[in-house]
Protein backbone atom coordinates (compact mmCIF):
# COMPACT_ATOMS: atom_id res chain seq x y z
CA UNK A 1 0.00 0.00 0.00
CA UNK A 2 1.59 3.53 -0.74
CA UNK A 3 2.09 6.56 1.36
CA UNK A 4 -0.99 8.37 -0.23
CA UNK A 5 -3.45 5.58 0.05
CA UNK A 6 -2.57 4.78 3.73
CA UNK A 7 -2.64 8.58 4.73
CA UNK A 8 -6.34 8.90 3.43
CA UNK A 9 -7.72 5.70 4.48
CA UNK A 10 -6.38 6.79 8.28
CA UNK A 11 -7.17 10.29 8.58
CA UNK A 12 -10.10 12.76 7.93
CA UNK A 13 -10.13 14.40 4.75
CA UNK A 14 -11.29 17.91 6.09
CA UNK A 15 -9.21 17.86 8.73
CA UNK A 16 -5.87 16.47 6.43
CA UNK A 17 -6.37 17.89 2.86
CA UNK A 18 -4.37 21.16 3.64
CA UNK A 19 -1.49 19.03 4.81
CA UNK A 20 -1.64 16.47 1.73
CA UNK A 21 -1.77 19.35 -0.64
CA UNK A 22 0.96 21.06 0.80
CA UNK A 23 2.77 16.77 0.31
CA UNK A 24 1.90 17.32 -3.23
CA UNK A 25 3.45 21.21 -3.67
CA UNK A 26 6.90 19.75 -1.87
CA UNK A 27 6.72 16.45 -4.23
CA UNK A 28 6.34 18.76 -7.31
CA UNK A 29 9.43 21.04 -6.46
CA UNK A 30 10.92 17.91 -6.13
CA UNK A 31 10.61 16.91 -9.23
CA UNK A 32 11.49 20.37 -11.25
CA UNK A 33 14.42 20.52 -8.95
CA UNK A 34 16.28 16.50 -10.18
CA UNK A 35 19.15 17.01 -12.66
CA UNK A 36 21.17 14.18 -13.97
CA UNK A 37 23.11 12.02 -12.50
CA UNK A 38 26.31 13.00 -15.26
CA UNK A 39 26.01 16.58 -14.52
CA UNK A 40 28.29 18.00 -12.21
CA UNK A 41 28.28 20.02 -9.00
CA UNK A 42 29.91 23.64 -9.28
CA UNK A 43 30.02 26.40 -7.30
CA UNK A 44 31.00 30.58 -7.45
CA UNK A 45 33.53 31.16 -5.13
CA UNK A 46 34.44 34.94 -6.85
CA UNK A 47 32.94 36.75 -9.60
CA UNK A 48 34.72 36.26 -12.84
CA UNK A 49 34.10 35.26 -16.32
CA UNK A 50 31.91 32.19 -16.89
CA UNK A 51 33.97 30.46 -19.12
CA UNK A 52 37.21 30.27 -17.25
CA UNK A 53 35.67 29.63 -13.87
CA UNK A 54 33.44 26.64 -14.96
CA UNK A 55 36.25 24.97 -16.81
CA UNK A 56 37.92 25.19 -13.44
CA UNK A 57 35.27 24.28 -11.15
CA UNK A 58 34.72 21.01 -13.42
CA UNK A 59 38.31 20.10 -13.51
CA UNK A 60 38.01 20.45 -9.75
CA UNK A 61 35.07 18.72 -9.25
CA UNK A 62 35.94 15.54 -10.58
CA UNK A 63 38.93 15.40 -8.53
CA UNK A 64 36.81 15.59 -5.62
CA UNK A 65 33.91 13.18 -6.84
CA UNK A 66 36.71 10.71 -6.52
CA UNK A 67 37.55 11.13 -3.23
CA UNK A 68 34.59 12.77 -1.29
CA UNK A 69 31.81 12.72 -3.99
CA UNK A 70 29.42 14.47 -0.87
CA UNK A 71 31.01 17.53 -0.56
CA UNK A 72 32.76 20.28 -3.02
CA UNK A 73 35.94 22.21 -2.86
CA UNK A 74 36.87 24.88 -4.89
CA UNK A 75 39.39 27.05 -4.84
CA UNK A 76 40.70 29.80 -6.35
CA UNK A 77 43.47 32.71 -5.62
CA UNK A 78 43.93 30.12 -2.45
CA UNK A 79 40.48 30.67 -1.32
CA UNK A 80 38.78 27.67 0.05
CA UNK A 81 34.46 27.23 -0.07
CA UNK A 82 33.03 25.46 3.49
CA UNK A 83 31.45 21.46 2.32
CA UNK A 84 28.16 22.02 1.18
CA UNK A 85 25.52 19.31 1.08
CA UNK A 86 23.88 18.60 -2.46
CA UNK A 87 20.39 20.06 -2.50
CA UNK A 88 18.37 17.01 -3.56
CA UNK A 89 19.03 14.91 -0.39
CA UNK A 90 18.12 17.63 1.58
CA UNK A 91 14.87 17.83 -0.25
CA UNK A 92 14.55 13.92 0.43
CA UNK A 93 15.75 14.25 4.04
CA UNK A 94 12.96 17.13 4.40
CA UNK A 95 9.83 15.57 2.54
CA UNK A 96 10.72 12.09 4.37
CA UNK A 97 10.59 14.10 8.04
CA UNK A 98 7.55 16.05 7.51
CA UNK A 99 5.82 12.70 6.11
CA UNK A 100 6.85 10.69 9.37
CA UNK A 101 5.66 13.58 11.66
CA UNK A 102 2.23 13.84 9.93
CA UNK A 103 1.96 10.21 10.07
CA UNK A 104 3.36 10.16 13.72
CA UNK A 105 0.79 12.93 14.94
CA UNK A 106 -1.89 11.17 13.76
CA UNK A 107 -1.06 7.97 15.68
CA UNK A 108 -0.33 10.22 18.73
CA UNK A 109 -3.86 11.67 18.37
CA UNK A 110 -5.64 8.49 18.13
CA UNK A 111 -4.52 5.92 19.72
CA UNK A 112 -7.52 6.08 22.08
CA UNK A 113 -10.96 6.48 20.70
CA UNK A 114 -12.21 10.32 21.42
CA UNK A 115 -15.56 10.51 23.50
CA UNK A 116 -18.64 11.48 22.46
CA UNK A 117 -20.11 14.32 24.50
CA UNK A 118 -22.96 15.13 22.03
CA UNK A 119 -24.08 11.74 21.16
CA UNK A 120 -25.14 8.96 23.72
CA UNK A 121 -21.63 9.53 25.52
CA UNK A 122 -22.18 8.46 29.23
CA UNK A 123 -19.76 9.58 32.24
CA UNK A 124 -17.90 6.77 34.11
CA UNK A 125 -19.47 6.50 37.40
CA UNK A 126 -16.82 7.34 40.28
CA UNK A 127 -15.84 4.04 42.16
CA UNK A 128 -14.01 3.76 45.30
CA UNK A 129 -11.61 0.83 46.65
CA UNK A 130 -13.39 -1.91 48.16
CA UNK A 131 -13.53 -1.98 52.01
CA UNK A 132 -11.08 -4.41 53.92
CA UNK A 133 -12.24 -7.38 54.53
CA UNK A 134 -14.27 -8.55 58.69
CA UNK A 135 -11.82 -11.33 58.84
CA UNK A 136 -8.52 -9.19 58.48
CA UNK A 137 -9.92 -6.85 60.79
CA UNK A 138 -10.93 -9.27 63.34
CA UNK A 139 -7.34 -10.74 62.54
CA UNK A 140 -5.71 -7.17 63.15
CA UNK A 141 -6.89 -7.00 66.60
CA UNK A 142 -6.04 -10.87 67.49
CA UNK A 143 -2.10 -9.37 66.47
CA UNK A 144 -2.42 -6.60 68.43
CA UNK A 145 -3.70 -8.54 71.25
CA UNK A 146 -0.90 -11.09 71.14
CA UNK A 147 1.71 -8.80 70.50
CA UNK A 148 0.40 -7.10 74.04
CA UNK A 149 0.58 -9.90 75.28
CA UNK A 150 4.08 -11.54 74.28
CA UNK A 151 6.01 -7.57 75.45
CA UNK A 152 4.18 -7.62 78.71
CA UNK A 153 5.61 -11.04 79.28
CA UNK A 154 8.99 -10.22 77.48
CA UNK A 155 9.02 -6.77 80.18
CA UNK A 156 7.57 -8.22 83.30
CA UNK A 157 8.17 -11.98 83.73
CA UNK A 158 10.96 -12.78 81.50
CA UNK A 159 12.54 -9.43 81.40
CA UNK A 160 14.33 -10.03 78.12
CA UNK A 161 15.56 -7.32 76.22
CA UNK A 162 16.13 -9.89 73.64
CA UNK A 163 12.47 -10.72 73.10
CA UNK A 164 11.44 -7.43 73.23
CA UNK A 165 13.83 -6.48 70.38
CA UNK A 166 12.38 -9.25 67.79
CA UNK A 167 9.12 -7.97 68.77
CA UNK A 168 9.99 -4.59 68.08
CA UNK A 169 11.29 -5.95 64.53
CA UNK A 170 7.71 -7.94 63.79
CA UNK A 171 5.69 -4.83 64.75
CA UNK A 172 7.85 -2.52 62.20
CA UNK A 173 7.65 -5.58 59.60
CA UNK A 174 3.53 -6.27 59.58
CA UNK A 175 1.88 -2.85 61.81
CA UNK A 176 4.15 -0.91 59.43
CA UNK A 177 5.53 -2.37 56.36
CA UNK A 178 2.63 -4.95 55.79
CA UNK A 179 -0.19 -3.07 56.91
CA UNK A 180 1.27 0.82 55.73
CA UNK A 181 0.97 2.49 59.31
CA UNK A 182 -3.04 2.03 59.25
CA UNK A 183 -4.94 1.64 61.44
CA UNK A 184 -2.66 2.97 64.26
CA UNK A 185 -3.41 3.21 68.19
CA UNK A 186 -2.03 6.90 67.76
CA UNK A 187 -4.38 7.98 64.65
CA UNK A 188 -7.32 6.20 65.99
CA UNK A 189 -7.61 8.36 68.45
CA UNK A 190 -9.19 11.41 66.07
CA UNK A 191 -11.77 8.41 64.78
CA UNK A 192 -12.50 8.39 68.57
CA UNK A 193 -12.72 11.90 69.23
CA UNK A 194 -15.24 12.73 65.59
CA UNK A 195 -17.27 10.04 66.91
CA UNK A 196 -18.02 11.27 69.98
CA UNK A 197 -18.91 14.78 68.54
CA UNK A 198 -20.50 13.54 65.13
CA UNK A 199 -22.83 10.95 65.83
CA UNK A 200 -23.29 9.91 61.97
CA UNK A 201 -19.66 9.16 62.11
CA UNK A 202 -19.14 5.03 61.86
CA UNK A 203 -16.21 4.00 64.26
CA UNK A 204 -15.21 0.64 62.71
CA UNK A 205 -14.85 -2.30 65.42
CA UNK A 206 -11.05 -2.28 64.66
CA UNK A 207 -10.12 1.41 65.26
CA UNK A 208 -12.08 0.74 69.04
CA UNK A 209 -10.18 -2.18 69.88
CA UNK A 210 -6.97 -0.38 68.67
CA UNK A 211 -7.65 2.57 71.02
CA UNK A 212 -8.70 0.60 73.96
CA UNK A 213 -6.77 -2.75 73.91
CA UNK A 214 -3.46 -0.33 74.27
CA UNK A 215 -4.64 1.54 77.17
CA UNK A 216 -6.27 -1.34 79.40
CA UNK A 217 -2.76 -2.89 78.71
CA UNK A 218 -1.12 0.32 80.18
CA UNK A 219 -3.12 0.24 83.05
CA UNK A 220 -2.77 -2.95 84.15
CA UNK A 221 1.19 -3.51 83.04
CA UNK A 222 2.40 0.00 81.95
CA UNK A 223 3.54 1.32 78.37
CA UNK A 224 4.31 -1.93 77.36
CA UNK A 225 2.32 -0.82 73.71
CA UNK A 226 5.78 1.46 73.54
CA UNK A 227 7.68 -1.27 74.22
CA UNK A 228 7.89 -3.06 70.96
CA UNK A 229 3.81 -3.17 69.86
CA UNK A 230 3.47 0.56 68.48
CA UNK A 231 4.88 0.73 64.98
CA UNK A 232 6.00 4.92 65.01
CA UNK A 233 7.88 3.95 68.34
CA UNK A 234 9.65 0.71 67.10
CA UNK A 235 10.94 3.01 63.57
CA UNK A 236 12.31 5.21 65.91
CA UNK A 237 14.30 2.19 68.26
CA UNK A 238 15.55 0.43 65.86
CA UNK A 239 17.34 3.18 63.86
CA UNK A 240 18.62 4.33 67.65
CA UNK A 241 22.40 3.66 67.81
CA UNK A 242 24.21 6.47 69.94
CA UNK A 243 22.22 8.91 72.11
CA UNK A 244 22.94 12.34 73.53
CA UNK A 245 21.30 12.87 76.62
CA UNK A 246 18.98 16.11 76.58
CA UNK A 247 19.46 18.98 79.76
CA UNK A 248 16.52 17.58 82.08
CA UNK A 249 15.03 20.95 81.93
CA UNK A 250 14.81 21.51 78.22
CA UNK A 251 13.21 17.92 78.35
CA UNK A 252 10.56 18.95 80.75
CA UNK A 253 9.88 22.07 78.76
CA UNK A 254 9.89 19.97 75.54
CA UNK A 255 7.44 17.01 77.17
CA UNK A 256 4.63 19.62 77.45
CA UNK A 257 4.67 19.66 73.48
CA UNK A 258 2.53 16.08 73.17
CA UNK A 259 -0.25 18.08 75.70
CA UNK A 260 -0.64 20.99 72.78
CA UNK A 261 -0.85 18.03 70.30
CA UNK A 262 -3.62 16.18 71.71
CA UNK A 263 -5.69 19.04 72.31
CA UNK A 264 -5.44 20.44 68.44
CA UNK A 265 -5.47 16.83 67.33
CA UNK A 266 -8.82 16.38 69.46
CA UNK A 267 -10.44 20.22 68.66
CA UNK A 268 -9.50 19.90 64.85
CA UNK A 269 -11.19 16.26 65.21
CA UNK A 270 -14.65 17.40 66.89
CA UNK A 271 -14.69 19.93 64.32
CA UNK A 272 -14.81 18.04 61.23
CA UNK A 273 -11.54 20.01 60.23
CA UNK A 274 -8.74 17.76 59.65
CA UNK A 275 -6.97 14.50 61.32
CA UNK A 276 -3.67 16.54 61.64
CA UNK A 277 -1.93 13.19 63.25
CA UNK A 278 -2.32 11.29 60.56
CA UNK A 279 -1.51 14.63 57.86
CA UNK A 280 2.23 15.50 59.88
CA UNK A 281 3.14 11.54 60.72
CA UNK A 282 6.39 11.27 60.10
CA UNK A 283 6.75 7.58 59.35
CA UNK A 284 3.88 7.19 57.43
CA UNK A 285 5.83 7.96 54.18
CA UNK A 286 8.46 5.78 54.84
CA UNK A 287 5.64 2.82 55.94
CA UNK A 288 4.19 3.47 52.50
CA UNK A 289 7.06 4.42 50.11
CA UNK A 290 5.60 7.04 49.03
CA UNK A 291 5.14 10.99 49.47
CA UNK A 292 6.29 14.12 48.26
CA UNK A 293 9.90 15.39 48.12
CA UNK A 294 9.25 17.89 51.45
CA UNK A 295 7.12 14.86 52.93
CA UNK A 296 10.48 12.49 52.23
CA UNK A 297 12.48 14.93 53.93
CA UNK A 298 9.95 15.40 56.66
CA UNK A 299 10.44 11.76 57.19
CA UNK A 300 14.24 11.29 56.65
CA UNK A 301 14.57 14.15 59.22
CA UNK A 302 13.05 11.98 62.70
CA UNK A 303 14.85 8.65 61.45
CA UNK A 304 18.31 10.94 61.24
CA UNK A 305 17.19 13.03 64.44
CA UNK A 306 16.12 9.31 66.30
CA UNK A 307 19.49 7.95 65.59
CA UNK A 308 21.35 10.05 68.22
CA UNK A 309 18.36 11.26 70.30
CA UNK A 310 16.15 8.74 72.03
CA UNK A 311 12.81 8.18 70.31
CA UNK A 312 12.17 12.13 69.60
CA UNK A 313 8.21 11.97 68.52
CA UNK A 314 7.21 9.71 70.94
CA UNK A 315 9.00 11.90 73.88
CA UNK A 316 8.39 15.49 72.71
CA UNK A 317 4.86 14.67 70.07
CA UNK A 318 2.84 11.73 70.56
CA UNK A 319 -0.81 12.56 72.03
CA UNK A 320 -1.64 8.99 72.03
CA UNK A 321 1.58 8.58 74.57
CA UNK A 322 -0.17 11.32 76.51
CA UNK A 323 -3.37 8.95 77.68
CA UNK A 324 -1.04 5.62 77.86
CA UNK A 325 1.34 7.66 80.46
CA UNK A 326 -1.53 8.66 82.57
CA UNK A 327 -2.68 4.56 82.20
CA UNK A 328 0.91 3.60 83.55
CA UNK A 329 1.30 6.12 86.38
CA UNK A 330 -1.98 3.94 87.62
CA UNK A 331 -0.87 1.18 87.11
CA UNK A 332 -1.50 -2.75 89.07
CA UNK A 333 2.08 -3.79 87.87
CA UNK A 334 4.98 -2.19 85.97
CA UNK A 335 8.53 -3.03 85.33
CA UNK A 336 10.97 -2.31 87.73
CA UNK A 337 15.06 -1.68 87.13
CA UNK A 338 16.04 -4.15 89.92
CA UNK A 339 13.99 -8.01 90.56
CA UNK A 340 14.71 -7.55 94.29
CA UNK A 341 16.40 -4.20 96.08
CA UNK A 342 18.38 -1.54 94.76
CA UNK A 343 21.94 -1.97 96.80
CA UNK A 344 22.95 2.15 95.49
CA UNK A 345 25.22 1.07 93.01
CA UNK A 346 24.44 3.51 90.70
CA UNK A 347 25.13 2.10 87.86
CA UNK A 348 21.85 2.13 86.18
CA UNK A 349 21.93 5.80 85.68
CA UNK A 350 22.94 6.54 82.54
CA UNK A 351 21.44 3.02 80.98
CA UNK A 352 18.36 4.81 80.19
CA UNK A 353 18.40 6.40 76.54
CA UNK A 354 15.31 8.71 77.69
CA UNK A 355 16.33 9.75 80.53
CA UNK A 356 12.95 8.31 82.58
CA UNK A 357 15.07 6.86 85.59
CA UNK A 358 14.49 9.21 88.49
CA UNK A 359 17.38 9.56 90.74
CA UNK A 360 17.06 9.39 94.67
CA UNK A 361 16.66 12.99 96.19
CA UNK A 362 19.47 11.95 99.62
CA UNK A 363 21.86 13.35 97.96
CA UNK A 364 19.73 16.95 97.15
CA UNK A 365 20.33 19.82 100.03
CA UNK A 366 16.74 19.69 101.22
CA UNK A 367 14.43 22.91 100.62
CA UNK A 368 13.27 24.66 103.97
CA UNK A 369 9.73 23.65 104.31
CA UNK A 370 8.40 26.82 104.91
CA UNK A 371 9.48 28.05 101.89
CA UNK A 372 8.29 25.01 100.13
CA UNK A 373 4.90 25.37 101.42
CA UNK A 374 4.79 28.97 100.75
CA UNK A 375 5.10 28.34 96.79
CA UNK A 376 3.16 25.18 96.82
CA UNK A 377 0.16 27.15 98.50
CA UNK A 378 1.18 29.67 95.81
CA UNK A 379 0.83 27.32 92.90
CA UNK A 380 -2.51 25.88 93.83
CA UNK A 381 -3.82 29.26 94.49
CA UNK A 382 -3.00 30.62 90.75
CA UNK A 383 -4.33 27.35 89.58
CA UNK A 384 -7.72 28.39 88.67
CA UNK A 385 -6.57 31.47 87.13
CA UNK A 386 -4.17 29.83 84.44
CA UNK A 387 -7.60 27.59 83.80
CA UNK A 388 -9.26 30.81 83.05
CA UNK A 389 -6.42 33.17 81.66
CA UNK A 390 -5.69 29.74 79.27
CA UNK A 391 -9.38 29.47 78.05
CA UNK A 392 -9.51 33.18 77.76
CA UNK A 393 -6.52 33.44 75.80
CA UNK A 394 -7.06 30.83 73.11
CA UNK A 395 -10.61 31.57 72.74
CA UNK A 396 -9.22 35.02 71.32
CA UNK A 397 -7.87 33.00 68.44
CA UNK A 398 -10.73 30.89 67.54
CA UNK A 399 -11.58 32.69 64.11
CA UNK A 400 -7.75 31.57 63.32
CA UNK A 401 -8.64 28.31 64.35
CA UNK A 402 -11.98 28.77 62.29
CA UNK A 403 -10.23 29.23 58.72
CA UNK A 404 -8.66 25.94 58.99
CA UNK A 405 -12.35 24.36 58.38
CA UNK A 406 -13.14 24.04 54.27
CA UNK A 407 -16.67 25.27 54.92
CA UNK A 408 -15.06 28.69 57.08
CA UNK A 409 -12.40 28.99 54.30
CA UNK A 410 -15.03 28.85 51.34
CA UNK A 411 -17.75 31.01 53.20
CA UNK A 412 -15.02 33.92 53.72
CA UNK A 413 -13.64 33.40 50.31
CA UNK A 414 -17.58 34.41 49.13
CA UNK A 415 -18.01 37.06 51.55
CA UNK A 416 -15.26 38.48 49.95
CA UNK A 417 -16.06 38.00 46.45
CA UNK A 418 -19.53 39.76 47.41
CA UNK A 419 -17.90 42.90 48.53
CA UNK A 420 -15.27 43.52 45.45
CA UNK A 421 -12.57 42.83 47.54
CA UNK A 422 -10.64 40.38 45.54
CA UNK A 423 -10.40 40.93 41.50
CA UNK A 424 -11.21 37.83 40.51
CA UNK A 425 -12.89 33.91 41.60
CA UNK A 426 -11.45 30.89 42.78
CA UNK A 427 -12.74 27.52 41.59
CA UNK A 428 -13.46 26.91 45.09
CA UNK A 429 -16.12 29.28 44.37
CA UNK A 430 -16.79 29.21 40.81
CA UNK A 431 -17.99 25.55 41.90
CA UNK A 432 -20.15 26.59 44.60
CA UNK A 433 -21.77 28.53 42.57
CA UNK A 434 -23.02 26.14 40.22
CA UNK A 435 -24.01 23.70 42.31
CA UNK A 436 -27.18 25.82 43.21
CA UNK A 437 -26.74 25.82 47.19
CA UNK A 438 -27.75 29.15 48.69
CA UNK A 439 -24.76 31.34 49.53
CA UNK A 440 -26.85 32.22 53.23
CA UNK A 441 -27.30 28.43 53.94
CA UNK A 442 -22.98 28.37 53.79
CA UNK A 443 -23.07 31.83 55.88
CA UNK A 444 -25.29 29.70 57.97
CA UNK A 445 -23.25 26.64 58.36
CA UNK A 446 -20.38 28.69 58.58
CA UNK A 447 -21.21 30.45 61.28
CA UNK A 448 -22.20 27.34 63.42
CA UNK A 449 -18.61 26.03 63.18
CA UNK A 450 -17.13 29.25 64.23
CA UNK A 451 -19.19 28.64 67.60
CA UNK A 452 -18.02 25.77 67.95
CA UNK A 453 -14.68 26.71 67.97
CA UNK A 454 -14.92 29.33 70.22
CA UNK A 455 -16.34 26.78 72.34
CA UNK A 456 -13.27 24.43 71.91
CA UNK A 457 -10.94 26.57 71.93
CA UNK A 458 -12.30 28.05 75.72
CA UNK A 459 -12.03 24.50 76.46
CA UNK A 460 -8.64 23.60 75.03
CA UNK A 461 -7.01 26.97 76.46
CA UNK A 462 -7.83 25.73 79.97
CA UNK A 463 -7.02 22.31 79.37
CA UNK A 464 -3.50 23.86 78.63
CA UNK A 465 -3.39 26.55 81.69
CA UNK A 466 -4.48 22.98 84.18
CA UNK A 467 -1.56 20.85 82.59
CA UNK A 468 0.72 23.93 83.14
CA UNK A 469 -0.16 24.51 85.97
CA UNK A 470 -0.65 21.00 87.46
CA UNK A 471 3.13 20.29 86.10
CA UNK A 472 4.40 22.77 88.45
CA UNK A 473 2.67 21.74 91.48
CA UNK A 474 4.22 18.53 90.91
CA UNK A 475 7.43 20.06 90.88
CA UNK A 476 7.13 21.99 93.61
CA UNK A 477 6.33 18.70 95.65
CA UNK A 478 9.08 17.35 98.25
CA UNK A 479 11.04 14.40 96.48
CA UNK A 480 11.21 11.62 99.53
CA UNK A 481 12.74 8.95 97.11
CA UNK A 482 15.56 6.66 98.27
CA UNK A 483 16.25 4.60 95.68
CA UNK A 484 16.64 4.61 91.70
CA UNK A 485 13.00 4.06 90.34
CA UNK A 486 11.81 4.47 87.33
CA UNK A 487 9.46 6.90 85.87
CA UNK A 488 6.09 5.07 85.69
CA UNK A 489 4.38 7.69 83.68
CA UNK A 490 6.89 8.21 80.89
CA UNK A 491 8.75 4.43 80.60
CA UNK A 492 8.39 2.72 77.86
CA UNK A 493 9.27 -0.95 79.25
CA UNK A 494 11.98 -1.75 76.55
CA UNK A 495 14.04 -3.43 79.73
CA UNK A 496 17.17 -1.68 78.58
CA UNK A 497 17.63 -0.82 82.26
CA UNK A 498 17.86 -4.32 83.22
CA UNK A 499 21.19 -5.65 82.35
CA UNK A 500 22.36 -2.73 84.45
CA UNK A 501 21.55 -3.47 87.83
CA UNK A 502 24.13 -6.31 89.47
CA UNK A 503 20.95 -7.94 90.88
CA UNK A 504 19.48 -8.58 87.16
CA UNK A 505 22.99 -10.70 86.38
CA UNK A 506 22.68 -12.70 89.62
CA UNK A 507 19.13 -13.41 88.61
CA UNK A 508 20.37 -14.40 85.30
CA UNK A 509 23.07 -16.42 86.49
CA UNK A 510 20.88 -18.56 89.36
CA UNK A 511 18.49 -19.09 86.16
CA UNK A 512 20.98 -20.59 83.93
CA UNK A 513 22.51 -22.97 86.86
CA UNK A 514 19.04 -24.12 87.35
CA UNK A 515 18.50 -24.75 83.75
CA UNK A 516 21.86 -26.68 83.70
CA UNK A 517 20.59 -28.46 86.66
CA UNK A 518 17.30 -29.38 84.73
CA UNK A 519 19.32 -30.76 81.93
CA UNK A 520 21.88 -32.95 84.09
CA UNK A 521 19.42 -34.27 86.12
CA UNK A 522 17.03 -35.07 82.72
CA UNK A 523 19.95 -36.68 81.58
CA UNK A 524 21.09 -38.55 84.53
CA UNK A 525 17.42 -40.12 83.95
CA UNK A 526 17.64 -41.15 80.36
CA UNK A 527 20.77 -43.00 81.26
CA UNK A 528 19.74 -44.63 83.62
CA UNK A 529 16.64 -45.71 81.87
CA UNK A 530 18.71 -46.83 79.09
CA UNK A 531 21.00 -49.25 81.70
CA UNK A 532 17.91 -50.57 82.85
Not at 451 to 458: P, S
Amino acid sequence: MSWSLFIKKRIDSKEWSARLALLRQLFAKHALRSRPASEAKTCACHSESADSTQDKLREQSQLVQVKKPETLLCAQNDHSCSPQPSKKYLSLLATTILLLFIVGSHYAQDRFPRPEFESQYQRPLTTTPSPQAHFFEIFDIFVLAGALGLASYFALKKRSRRGIFWLTVFSAAYFGFYRNGCVCAVGSLQNVSAALFYPGFLLPIGVIMFFVLPLIFALFFGRTFCAGVCPLGSMQDLVMLKTVKIPRWLSEVLSLTPYLYLGFAVLFAATGSAFIICRYDPFISIYRMTGDFSTMIYSLGFVGLSVFIGRPYCRFLCPYGVLLGWMSSLSKKHVTITPDTCVQCRLCEDACPFDYIDKPASGKIPEPRAQNRKRLAMYVFMLPLMILVGGYALSRLDFVFARLHPKVSLAEQIRQEERGAVPRTSLETQTFRTMGVPIETLLEQATEIEKRFHTGAWILGAFFGLVFGLRLIRLSLPQFRIDYEIDRTGCYSCARCFESCPNEQVRLQNVKNARFERSGKEYLLHVAESAN
